[in-house]
């Protein structure tokens, strides 16, 4: 009987580790920081470089250029909303300039 006890707390403790969060609407808004995400992180990195972050850090894409392909390593987010309604995506990101450093 005990094994089982066991089993069972190490089944319930794994599951939560891996659960997807999913990011709640409220009053037809919803936020989320790119850093939350469950996805592989692949070529995505954690940095405190550039100004104005919120939270911990910010990410930036490592991997490929737009000219050697589509981007990998897609990060996937799972939300709700509250109301209905037609939504508009707005991202707050960063761009260096083709060929500069910072």
């Not at 996805?39 to 490929?64: A, L, P, V």
Request: some cysteine.
């Amino acid at each position: 009987m005990k094994s089982v006890t066991v089993f069972c707390l190490v089944g319930l403790i794994c599951g939560a580790v891996s659960a997807v969060p999913v990011f709640e609407g409220k009053d037809g808004l919803v936020i989320i920081e790119a850093e939350s995400t469950a996805s592989s992180r692949g070529d995505w990195e954690e940095k405190q470089t550039i100004e104005g972050y919120t939270g911990d850090c910010h990410f930036e894409f490592t991997g490929n250029k737009p000219a050697t392909g589509p981007a990998k390593d897609p990060l996937e987010f799972q939300f709700t909303v509250d109301q209905d309604g037609i939504y508009r995506l707005l991202i707050r990101c960063h761009k260096r300039l083709a060929g500069e450093t910072g």
